[in-house]
T-cell receptor, first 113, second 115 residues
């Protein structure tokens, strides 16, 4: 079974631009969560989607948004990029079958210049 | 608010040693606890998940224990190898059981196993 995939793997953007990151969960998984990882703050929760509905949102500004499609694939968007948005963005998927084990993708490394 | 702490922050050991990584959490009403491994610049690899009703889980040379009442979990690595060098993270989901995808992570333990 294929793992969680994220595209693109690396991205360089300029301040003020916007960016869209994509996450394809493991086949059959309906829950997708997004995290931002930086050296200073560690791993911070962005949002979680289940069956196209946002179930939870972390403490991030409105510039960060996301959505989930009917096939469970998810995208996150960051508008008006700031230097501080440079980070590794990770997504995780799980299937609410009882164990709720989270499986992470390889991440997208975003650099804002 | 759940807080997760990992001790030590870094650990350097010679190959072959048995070692213990510690994770503590402030809210003992957890549903499960998950241990991950992260190699530099890479994603997280799930190592072990312990349900709240379990005391321990084993996978190969890894053994994780959970003591909910004291808010602690330990990850035991037997006969460490240089390939075990990585950052180890523990995480617990949001209390309430409605959002298992919202994990609170510790800051991690950076493990270096030298030959």
């Amino acid at each position: 079974k294929a793992g969680v995939t994220q595209t693109p793997r690396y991205l360089i953007k300029t301040r003020g631009q916007q960016v869209t990151l994509s996450c394809s969960p493991i086949s059959g998984h309906r829950s997708v969560s997004w995290y931002q990882q930086t050296p200073g703050q560690g791993l911070q929760f962005l949002f979680e989607y289940f069956s196209e509905t946002q179930r939870n949102k972390g403490n991030f500004p409105g510039r960060f948004s996301g959505r989930q499609f009917s096939n469970s694939r998810s995208e996150m968007n960051v508008s008006t990029l700031e230097l501080g948005d440079s980070a590794l963005y990770l997504c995780a998927s799980s299937w609410t079958s009882g164990s709720f084990e989270q499986y992470f993708g390889p991440g997208t490394r975003l650099t804002v210049t | 608010k759940q807080e997760v702490t990992q001790i030590p922050a870094a650990l350097s050991v010679p190959e072959g040693e048995n070692l213990v990584l510690n994770c503590s959490f402030t809210d003992s009403a957890i549903y499960n606890l998950q241990w991950f491994r992260q190699d530099p610049g890479k994603g997280l690899t799930s190592l072990l998940l312990i349900q709240s009703s379990q005391r321990e889980q084993t996978s190969g040379r890894l053994n994780a224990s959970l003591d909910k009442s004291s808010g602690r979990s330990t990850l035991y690595i037997a006969a460490s190898q240089p390939g075990d060098s990585a950052t180890y993270l523990c995480a617990v989901p949001l209390r309430g059981g409605t959002s298992y995808g919202k994990l609170t992570f510790g800051q991690g333990t950076i493990l270096t196993v030298h030959p």
